[in-house]
Nanobody
Framework: QVQLVESGGGLVQAGGSLRLSCTASGRMVSTYTMAWHRQAPGKQRELVASMTSGGTVNYLASAMGRFTMSRDNAKNTVYLQMNNLKPEDTAVYYC?????WGKGTLVTVSS
């Protein structure tokens, strides 16, 4: 059984920052590809960032240069640092690994 628990969402003004966390149990974040997805109201879920076990990170084009995905193996946690947030970043952000989803954390960016 794998559990992914996200935290760190909230309300922020445009241009602000948030750091999302995803703590895993039942799976080591260092040995599987981990990813952040998001789903905005009325839109399909999309991949925002992913990190392979080797540490290679890929980003959604609109997130590149603003978002940074990282991990702390000792805490078995991955992070998504989001800077210069825009209203279009408003969404529920989900942590994902190989068929397992977290419940999500809501990020709301006001203009």
């Amino acid at each position: 059984q794998v559990q992914l628990v996200e935290s760190g969402g909230g309300l922020v003004q445009a241009g602000g920052s948030l750091r999302l966390s995803c703590t895993a149990s039942g799976r080591m974040v260092s040995t599987y590809t981990m990813a952040w997805h998001r789903q905005a109201p009325g839109k399909q879920r999309e991949l925002v960032a992913s990190m392979t076990s080797g540490g290679t990170v890929n980003y959604l084009a609109s997130a590149m240069g603003r978002f940074t995905m990282s991990r702390d193996n000792a805490k078995n946690t991955v992070y998504l640092q989001m800077n210069n947030l825009k209203p279009e970043d408003t969404a529920v952000y989900y942590c994902y690994t190989a068929g397992w989803w977290g419940k999500g954390t809501l990020v709301t960016v006001s203009s």
